[in-house]
């Protein structure tokens, strides 16, 4: 079986992010991969355990992203594919499209990836990837079963689970809950040295949206006092209720 995941490097969400135009300022932010693309790299690796086959791990972008593909790489994914784009603006359909024809030549049984990209956001690259193959999508797992070329998946939906059947090759979004990301290890992290990054320029296809504005949150206030004991419950009533307006 041979198995796609897909990785995003994103700013840490320690970071405090600053605003420059319509983009986040890059200027001292530090890169992590995708938190939700662990469980997509977890989950490639427990298939190759089980049913053999291959894993490669993909990203789009510069030549920075040679880092999470290694930390992939570290933690047991086979081989890398580093699709170098141009840092001009672009979207999930201009990306999708790129990917798209990587995958087309690969021929992969299944496409693993993060479920959202902790800071666009978009939810939506799993989806156009499937729309542009021609593939069936599953959403959100938080479980999944391979059976020959037929698969199973639980979809974490509002209040329960969803339980999904679909054939192979398939593109599958991973969820929180789907397994437990292993660490690197120390000889993982030497192996990864010597695996094969494969590096190819894409030219990404033009995006179908633009971002007007971008702006940070207003600060918040500043909190109030507004007594000490029980004898403060009103007053705290009343400002809970005619000013914050949560009761
Ligand atoms: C070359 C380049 C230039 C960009 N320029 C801008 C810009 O100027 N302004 C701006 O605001 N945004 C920019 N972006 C970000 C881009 O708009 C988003 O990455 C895109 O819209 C997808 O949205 P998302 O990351 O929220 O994906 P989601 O759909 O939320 O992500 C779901 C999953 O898709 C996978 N994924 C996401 N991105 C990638 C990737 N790059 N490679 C591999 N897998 C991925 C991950 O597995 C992720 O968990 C740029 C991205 C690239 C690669």
């Known amino acids: 079986m041979k198995i ?11 970071t405090k992010v600053k605003v420059a135009g319509k983009s986040l300022d890059p ?37 920075d992203c040679t880092k999470e593909i290694r930390t992939a790489l570290a933690m047991g ?33 299944l496409v693993l990836l993060g479920k959202q990209a902790v800071d666009d956001d978009n939810t939506a690259l799993g989806q156009y990837l499937a729309e542009k193959l021609g593939l069936p999508c599953v959403t959100v797992a938080v479980a999944l079963e391979i059976n020959g070329t037929k698969a199973t998946a639980e979809r974490q939906i509002e209040g329960g ?30 192996m990864a040295k010597k695996k094969t990054v494969e590096e190819v320029a894409v030219k990404l296809d033009a995006p179908k949206t633009r971002i007007a504005s971008m702006e940070l949150p207003p600060p918040r206030p500043e909190g109030r006092i507004v007594g000490e004991g029980p004898d403060a419950v009103p007053a705290l009533i009343t400002a809970l209720r005619s000013e914050a307006k949560v009761i």
């Open 161 to 190: 689970r969803e339980k999904v059947e679909f054939s192979l090759p398939a593109v599958v979004t991973c969820q929180k809950g789907l397994n437990t990301p292993r660490y690197a290890s120390m000889k993982g992290i030497m």
């Open 27 to 63: 200027a001292g932010v530090n890169y992590i991969l995708n938190p939700y693309d662990e469980f997509a790299i977890e989950e490639a690796i427990l298939l190759k355990e089980k049913h053999g086959g291959e894993t490669i791990v993909m990203s789009v972008g510069n030549k």
């Open 77 to 109: 994914v086979d081989a890398g594919v580093l699709l170098e784009a141009e840092t001009n603006f672009c979207d999930a359909w201009s990306l999708a499209g790129a990917i798209a024809k990587k995958l087309a030549d690969m021929k992969p049984d």
């Open 4 to 14: 796609v995941v897909l990785v995003k490097r994103v700013p840490d969400t320690e």
